[in-house]
T-cell receptor, first 115, second 112 residues
C-alpha cells in the first residue's frame, strides 16, 4: 500500500510552547490529508481535513487557532499545536488517500506529551 | 447519521478460532467500508475493505461480509493467531475513502 510518513513519532514539550507535526505522502501525491486525534484506548476522532493550497476544514469543536494546519504541497501537510497545554497531550495521526476510490493510509502517529 | 457502531468492545479467542467483529452504519451515502488494524503506539494499518456492491470479500484469513439492506458489515478472522492480537476498527466513508469515520474499536486478544 501507499506510504504515509509522520514525524516526529513522539515529542515532549513545555506548556505554552508550540509543536509542529509533519505528515508526508512518500510515494504518491495527496491533494487531501486528514488529521486525527486518539486518546488512550479510544477511537480516532477526525480533527480536520487538510486541502492542498487552501484552508483546512475543521470538525465541530476543534479550535482552528490552536491546531494550525498547513498543506503547502501535494506531499506535505503540517499540524502545529500552538500554546500547548497538558490537555493537548494525545496521539495525533495523519492520513492521506492515494487516489479516488482508494482507501486512506495512515502515518505511524505522533505521541505528544505536554509537561 | 455519521456514526459507525462497532461491537464487541473486546474479544478473547483461542488460537485457531474464528474472531468476528460487527459494525453497523446509518448513512446510506457511505460507499467504502475498510477495516483497520492498530497495534499499541502505531497508526492504523488498512487490513481489508469492501464496497456496497459486493456481499463478501476475502483476503487470506480475513473476510468481510457486507449486508447492504441491514446496513451491517463484519470482519471474520479465520485461524486466529496470537499475532492478530490488536485493536480493530471498522470504518466508513463517502467517495471511496474521503473523510473516514471510525467505529469505537475492538480489542482482540488471541490466547496461545
Amino acid at each position: 500500500g501507499a506510504v504515509v510518513s509522520q514525524h516526529p513519532s513522539w515529542v515532549i514539550c513545555k506548556s505554552g510552547t508550540s509543536v509542529k507535526i509533519e505528515c508526508r505522502s512518500l510515494d504518491f501525491q495527496a491533494t487531501t490529508m486528514f488529521w486525527y486525534r486518539q486518546f488512550p484506548k479510544q477511537s480516532l476522532m477526525l480533527m480536520a481535513t487538510s486541502n492542498e493550497g487552501s484552508k483546512a476544514t475543521y470538525e465541530q469543536g476543534v479550535e482552528k487557532d490552536k491546531f494550525l494546519i498547513n498543506h503547502a504541497s501535494l506531499t506535505l501537510s503540517t499540524l502545529t499545536v500552538t500554546s500547548a497545554h497538558p490537555e493537548d497531550s494525545s496521539f495525533y495521526i495523519c492520513s492521506a488517500r492515494s487516489g479516488h476510490g482508494e482507501g486512506a493510509f495512515f502515518g505511524q502517529g505522533t505521541r505528544l506529551t505536554v509537561v | 447519521q455519521q456514526q459507525v457502531k462497532q461491537s464487541p468492545q473486546s474479544l478473547i479467542v483461542q488460537k485457531g478460532g474464528i474472531s468476528i467483529i460487527n459494525c453497523a452504519y446509518e448513512n446510506t451515502a457511505f460507499d467504502y467500508f475498510p477495516w483497520y488494524q492498530q497495534f499499541p503506539g502505531k497508526g492504523p494499518a488498512l487490513l481489508i475493505a469492501i464496497r456496497p456492491d459486493v456481499s463478501e470479500k476475502k483476503e487470506g484469513r480475513f473476510t468481510i461480509s457486507f449486508n447492504k439492506s441491514a446496513k451491517q458489515f463484519s470482519l471474520h478472522i479465520m485461524d486466529s493467531q496470537p499475532g492478530d492480537s490488536a485493536t480493530y476498527f471498522c470504518a466508513a466513508s463517502k467517495d471511496g475513502g474521503f473523510k473516514t469515520i471510525f467505529g469505537a474499536g475492538t480489542r482482540l486478544f488471541v490466547k496461545a
